[in-house]
């Protein structure tokens, strides 16, 4: 299987402040053919499903508020907020769809500081 | 409106049998796989099993195999899980979850069906 290693585990913005959340996978997730890598995040809040955000590792999902971006290619990502607000804290997961079974990483808990 | 309506879930015993449902509609359904994702209390999500939109082709987790069954039936839109041999471990929200591909991101969610498996 394909492991999701998220980092941090947790963290505390500022409101207005930047929060980055990494996600390495243990095999790259780039399928030459097209040259996509299979990578999405999500966003979970408090007894919620979770959201769909960004998906071929930097595509944003329809209606995601553009400070919400994805970056990197092959193992190492990012999920960026450029600017947080009160409604963004939630858990932040990546996902892999490379290969069956699909994994997702341990999730990333943000909250304001 | 895309809407995914997941039941069937409850308390059973260890060793005991549920079966899961999925409703959707705002779409059509037979063009879809479909996914199970679980997230047991207080913990992260785990992929429980997917099928692709004719049901041609069925994906699990390989712990799952055996004690998990996914099926649809395309006539009524809905997408099932037959859960049994229930462990105390199997305890968890059950989501399904839509895929605009065949293994894919998971672009919409149902709220999910809670599992708890305890004597």
């Known amino acids: 299987d394909i492991v999701m290693t998220q980092s941090p585990d947790s963290l505390a913005v500022s409101l207005g402040e930047r929060a980055t959340i990494n996600c390495k996978s243990s095999?790259?997730?780039?399928?030459?053919?097209?040259?996509?890598?299979?990578l999405a995040w999500y966003q979970q809040k408090p007894g919620r499903p979770p959201k769909l955000l960004i998906y071929w590792a930097s595509t944003r999902e329809s209606g995601v508020p553009d400070r919400f971006s994805g970056s990197g290619s092959v193992t190492d990502f990012t999920l960026t907020i450029s600017s947080l607000q009160a409604e963004d804290v939630a858990v932040y997961y990546c996902q892999q769809y490379y290969r069956s079974p699909l994994t997702f990483g341990g999730g990333t808990k943000v909250e304001i500081k | 409106e895309v809407q995914l309506l997941e039941s069937g879930g409850g308390l059973v015993q260890p060793g005991g049998s549920l079966k899961l449902s999925c409703a959707a509609s705002?779409?059509?359904?037979?063009?879809?796989?479909m996914h199970w994702v679980r997230q047991a209390p207080g913990q992260g999500l785990e992929w429980v099993s997917g099928?692709?939109?004719?049901?041609?082709?069925?994906y699990y987790r390989d712990s799952m195999k055996g004690h998990f069954t996914i099926s649809r039936d395309n006539s009524k839109n809905t997408l099932y899980l037959q859960m049994n041999s229930l462990r105390v471990e199997d305890t968890a929200i059950y989501y399904c979850a839509r895929d605009p591909g065949e293994l894919y991101h998971l672009d919409y969610w149902g709220q999910g069906t809670p599992v708890t498996v305890s004597s």
């Open positions: 095999q790259s997730l780039l399928y030459s053919s097209n040259n996509k890598d299979y």
């Open positions: 099928i692709t939109g004719s049901g041609g082709t069925i």
């Open positions: 705002g779409f059509t359904f037979s063009s879809y796989t």
